[in-house]
């Protein structure tokens, strides 16, 4: 459904339910230059479950219309306009690479809000390399190439998709191709500017999950492991020959992980 | 600039859509010879039902064997993803429907296989769906022939029999102006010769019973989408745009974004139509596309040799293959198919039926069946045979006189083929 946040035209799935009033809210936040499509298992799931679902596309992405949100804790600061638009309080929030490290930071500045976190496919710091920054701030499809690339585990090259019938790789770069002029430079400079994270974990008192992709070279393990650390009432699922695009490489095992959160 | 490496094609060809049994271990692809699949529990059934996990319910809807091929395909063309159907005919027909309302039109190139051609003149107005066909070399015809209600045009890579080479580069211009999207039959020339997409296709269509299986064992069909088609700012297609109250007000481009229309395929015309593969014939399909390279460059250095002795010949009045220079697409050809463009092309014997009827009886190699991109060679006569439902009238517009000769160039040697063919000559000329 469309909602106005901050004057613009903004697009949140809920997983094809209408939301009722009084149901406990789930929260889903894409990673860069992707949109509410890569929830749309999940969104559906939770939203049988009985729970009103907010998969933002943030803005510039997908069908939401708006400027480029610079910096995560911006980022942070819209999703809790857009669920103060969509009328919903207190939320599980759950974020996917970029949008993990923005659920992180709603979740640390807006506690009162946010009634568990999950960090799929994550880690902080979450540096970017040079060569793909490069490449992004020039538009070069060669970023989009590199990002589907470097997303997928050795395995999923050869795919072996869940979904049946589905390219993993062709669905990613199609989807990334989607993006429009400058939203991946943009998606990735944040993320590589969010160095303040793991100063705010000890906000996160609430029940928080990271699930990870065993064979993640975007956000390697050893990376989230100190996230985990620093989080006090932290949980890691770690899901074997995965990597970093879970949404895609794994929804069955995501979606069982995230359940235990409910 | 640098390069992401990917596997090539020969790699995705042998192992895409697979991973190793996690069970047995077995290296081939299972056949997963069942109906139906037993559930976790009964929310599990549920969310699989809903869209919520990837999974089976019912083999046809999906199948793991067949979602390997479904894969393996996609890898190969550049899709998003596909959906393997029970015969190529099966295929065109769900992925037309798909898109089409009653009162909807479709834009055809004239050079089609008789099947498809007969769907869109004699079967497809039954359900009020009504097809214009234009020469395939005129591109002026084709934006004369778009109407309001046009959702589709509608070609093969090369034609069947002239060996036409469809123009995509423009003809995808020419719909993407008008939003609508190109479907594209490719069976002639499989993601070996060319990738559709890669010149602006936005939906590819196989007969997988001919090069991909390659060995004449086999029915099945397949459509992959390439990902591409902005079917919201088209505006044209509510059985994507909407919300499908035959899945709880679904609507296919907001939850699957660059997969919404294998998604529907899926949802609504595996579920509806019924046109599965059995996942005996997804096997067979994928053991044949495994070798798809190696076979495709002989049936093409084959070609290459026939092709030459015909156009010598005296008892030939034409050849209609795009490697010579006097076809009207060699240009096209050499840019849009560099590995070779079709081992499937089309001579024209002097004498006529009679004349040609003789050689085509004489023939021991080539066999005389209503097939192509069989390892072995055939041939047939298309206006008593494949196109003979075509009227007068249309057997002229697709060029496919009496005199006609379809030749499917297999992969015996060519010499022994020549042989053959020399022989089917020597007994024309005794009766011409």
């Keep these: 459904m469309y909602l106005e946040v901050g004057n613009n035209k903004t697009y949140i799935a809920t997983g094809s339910k209408e939301h009722v009033d009084g149901n406990s809210t789930m929260t889903f936040v894409h990673g860069t230059g992707m949109d509410h499509t890569v929830w749309t298992l999940a969104s559906r799931h939770f939203a049988r479950r009985g729970l009103n679902i907010v998969a933002v596309d943030l803005p510039a992405h997908g069908r939401s219309e708006g400027e480029l949100i610079p ?64 490449n992004a701030e020039k538009d070069n499809h060669l970023a989009k190439e590199m990002l589907n690339y470097w997303s997928h585990s050795p395995s999923a090259h050869l795919g072996g998709s869940q979904v049946p019938g589905i390219w993993m790789l062709g669905k990613l770069i199609r989807l990334l191709e989607r993006s429009g002029p400058g939203v991946i430079y943009n998606d990735l400079l944040a993320c590589e500017k969010y160095t303040e994270g ?14 990870l992709g065993e064979d993640d070279f975007m956000t390697p393990i050893k990376d989230a492991k100190v996230l985990a650390e620093s989080i006090a009432n932290s949980r890691t699922v770690l899901i074997p020959n995965c990597g970093h695009a879970i949404v895609s490489e794994a929804p069955n095992d995501m979606l069982d992980a995230l359940v235990t959160l409910v | 600039m640098a390069k992401v490496k990917t596997f090539d094609f020969d790699t995705l060809a042998n192992h895409a859509g697979q991973r190793p049994d996690s069970e047995t271990g077995a290296r081939a692809v299972p056949i997963y010879q069942t109906a139906s699949y037993v559930f976790k529990d009964s929310d599990a059934g549920a969310a699989i039902f809903n869209i919520e996990r990837g999974g089976h319910v019912y083999s046809r809807i999906s199948n793991p064997t067949n979602a390997v091929l479904e894969e393996r395909i996609s890898a190969l063309e550049g899709g998003v ?72 045009i509608f070609g093969e ?30 069976t002639f020339t499989t993601p070996y010769l060319m990738k559709p997409f890669d010149f602006g296709a936005d939906i590819v269509v196989h007969s997988a019973t001919k ?35 035959g899945f709880h007000n679904l609507s296919f481009t907001e ?65 209609s293959h795009p490697d010579l220079e006097d076809h009207p697409n060699h240009e096209l050809a050499k840019s849009l198919l560099p590995r070779g ?35 072995k060679s055939l041939v047939i006569h298309p206006a008593s ?21 379809r030749l499917s160039v297999g992969i015996e040697s060519v010499n022994d083929l020549i042989e053959d063919l020399e022989k089917g000559f020597k007994a024309a000329a005794q009766i011409s």
């Design chain 1, 198 to 211: 793991l100063s705010r974990s000890k906000n996160i008192q609430m029940p928080t999950l990271l699930i």
């Design chain 2, 255 to 319: 939850e699957f974004g660059p997969a919404a229309y294998i998604s529907r395929v899926r949802n609504e015309g595996a579920r509806d139509f019924g046109a599965c593969i059995s996942p005996h014939t997804s096997f067979l399909i994928l053991n044949g596309i495994e070798t798809l390279s190696i076979r495709m460059d002989k049936h093409i250095s084959n070609t290459k040799e026939v092709v030459q002795y015909l156009d010598k010949n005296d008892m030939v009045e034409w050849v």
């Design chain 2, 81 to 152: 993803g596909a959906i393997a159907t029970a015969s190529g005919q099966a295929a065109v027909f769900m992925a037309i429907a798909t898109l089409m309302d009653s009162g909807g039109h479709i834009v055809s190139s004239q050079s089609l296989y008789g099947g498809t051609h007969n769907l869109m003149e004699y079967t497809f107005p039954r359900f009020g769906i009504t097809t214009t066909f234009v020469d395939s070399n005129d591109m002026d015809a084709f934006r004369a022939a778009i109407k309001p209600e046009t959702r589709l």
């Design chain 2, 385 to 405: 045979t494949t196109h003979q439902r075509m009227t007068v009238e249309a057997l002229e517009a697709a060029g496919i006189s009496e005199g006609l000769i």
């Design chain 2, 341 to 375: 463009s079709t081992a499937v092309f089309s001579f024209g014997i002097k004498g006529g039926r009679k004349v040609g009827q003789t050689f085509i009886d004489r023939l021991e190699l080539f066999s005389n069946l209503a097939n192509v991109g069989d390892a």
């Design chain 2, 211 to 245: 090069f991909l299986s390659g060995h004449g064992t086999v029915m099945g069909g397949l459509i992959v989408d390439g990902g591409i088609f902005d079917w919201e700012s088209s505006n044209k297609f509510p059985q994507m745009t909407e919300k499908y109250e």
């Design chain 2, 157 to 186: 890579t090369v034609g069947n029999p002239r060996a036409e080479v469809f123009d995509i580069p423009v003809v995808s211009k020419i719909a993407h102006e008008h939003k609508i999207p190109l479907m594209i039959d490719s």
């Design chain 1, 71 to 134: 910096t995560i804790e911006g980022m942070a600061d819209w999703v809790i306009k857009a669920l103060d638009a969509a009328e919903q309080e207190s939320t599980i929030v759950v974020g996917h690479s970029m949008g993990s490290l923005v659920a992180f930071d709603v979740a640390a500045r807006y506690p009162d809000r946010v009634t568990a976190l999950a960090m799929v496919g994550t880690s902080m710091p979450m540096p970017v390399g040079n060569l793909l920054l490069d």
